[in-house]
């Protein structure tokens, strides 16, 4: 199983929010999302959003919304 773990994450590598879904379309959208709230201010600060896979709900950061 691939899960999708998308995260917003600031300079000092702290994760800001995540979501993790099982559904890569669903995953994407959210991930463009999460890329378009970031104002150009954080964007020149080093705020990133990221969009990975894992294979185990036990990768996902403990804190994250889980969709299934």
Not at 22 to 47: M, P, R, Y
Request: net charge negative; proline share 3%.
């Amino acid at each position: 199983m691939t899960i999708w773990v998308n995260e917003q994450i600031d300079p000092s590598g702290m994760v800001h929010a995540c979501i993790a879904c099982c559904d890569e379309e669903q995953a994407q959208s959210c991930h463009e999302s999460f890329t378009n709230n970031l104002s150009s201010e954080q964007k020149k600060e080093g705020w990133i959003a990221r969009l990975r896979t894992v294979e185990s709900w036990d990768e996902v950061p403990v804190n994250s919304l889980k969709l299934s």
